[in-house]
């Protein structure tokens, strides 16, 4: 039987493993970065890192896998670059799931940048600032003494880690923009950063149309060379063509 691995971490890979465990022609596993706080995910599920691209590509090969379908978050780069090595190196065909970038709607005035050290440099002297993110994201803003900053993050910071000044949130983000802008209202934020995450629009987002607010757009890093897809449905032809081409093309 036909086995998929499915890089995880993302709603839409829970939604992918949800449609393949309905698919008894499939053996499907789903791996998540030991971290990862999902609902439960259908399906088989293995955690943890692979000790790089050689223990994903040894994994690959002595578990038999016929295919990889990364559908990690647009963020997690060093997880597609690895996938993609170690998809090469074992022979297992992959494609990544690349969720479309967030909207651009008329009136929208987003700064544009490549990382968070970038951002941070955009943001004006003595502004108040809305940063909805990781540990190693926030750091280059800690070394902003001048700013103001609501952090919201879903892990506690480690013990000891410089934050930037302000105050920090712990938690998921809502989903209603309302909730959003109340939050941002009561705290006087003028700037909000972001990650260009993509998918369905985030209250912040919304939020900061609403408010008028300046936000920083994070742009994502550039995916790996190959296949890749912006929808479920496409993922899900990829792998029927792949491991169940017609009589003939196989
Ligand atoms: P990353 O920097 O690209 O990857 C760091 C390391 O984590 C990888 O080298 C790998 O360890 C391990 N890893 C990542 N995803 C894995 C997976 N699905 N299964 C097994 N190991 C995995 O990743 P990150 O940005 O820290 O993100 C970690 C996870 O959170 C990802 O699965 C991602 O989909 C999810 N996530 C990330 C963001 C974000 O903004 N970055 C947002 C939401 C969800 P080894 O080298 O040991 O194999």
């Not at 926030?138 to 480690?158: G, H, K, Q, S, T």
């Not at 410089?162 to 934020?189: D, M, N, Q, Y």
Request: charge should be neutral.
């Amino acid at each position: 039987m036909p086995k998929v691995m499915i890089l995880g971490g993302t709603a839409e890979a829970g939604e992918l493993a949800a449609r393949l465990a309905g698919d008894k022609r499939l053996d499907t596993v789903t791996s998540l970065a030991g971290l990862t706080r999902l609902p439960n995910v259908a399906g088989h599920v293995r955690r943890g890192g692979f000790g790089g691209p050689d223990g994903l590509a040894q994994m690959l090969r002595e578990e038999g896998y016929d295919a990889l379908v990364d559908a990690t978050h647009p963020f997690a780069a060093q997880i597609a670059r690895h996938a993609a090595e170690a998809a090469e190196a074992a022979g297992v065909p992959r494609i990544k799931l690349m969720r479309p970038a967030f909207e651009r709607r008329p009136g929208d005035a987003f700064l544009e940048v490549s990382d968070m050290a970038e951002a941070a440099a955009a943001i004006p002297q003595g502004a108040r600032v809305f940063l909805a993110a990781g540990r190693r994201e926030i750091r280059p803003f800690a070394e902003r003494a001048d700013l103001w900053c609501l952090v919201r993050m879903l892990e506690p910071p480690v013990p000891g880690e410089k934050l930037p000044a302000g105050e920090l949130v712990l938690g998921l983000p809502p989903s209603e923009a309302e909730e959003e802008a109340a939050l941002l209202t009561k705290h006087g934020i003028g700037w909000i950063v972001s990650k260009d995450s993509g998918g369905r629009a985030s209250a912040k987002i919304e939020a900061a149309r609403r408010l008028g607010l300046k936000v920083v757009l994070v742009k994502r890093p550039e995916p790996p060379p190959g296949p890749q897809a912006a929808q479920l449905e496409a993922i899900l032809a990829w792998l029927e063509a792949t491991l169940f081409p017609p009589a003939g093309q196989g």
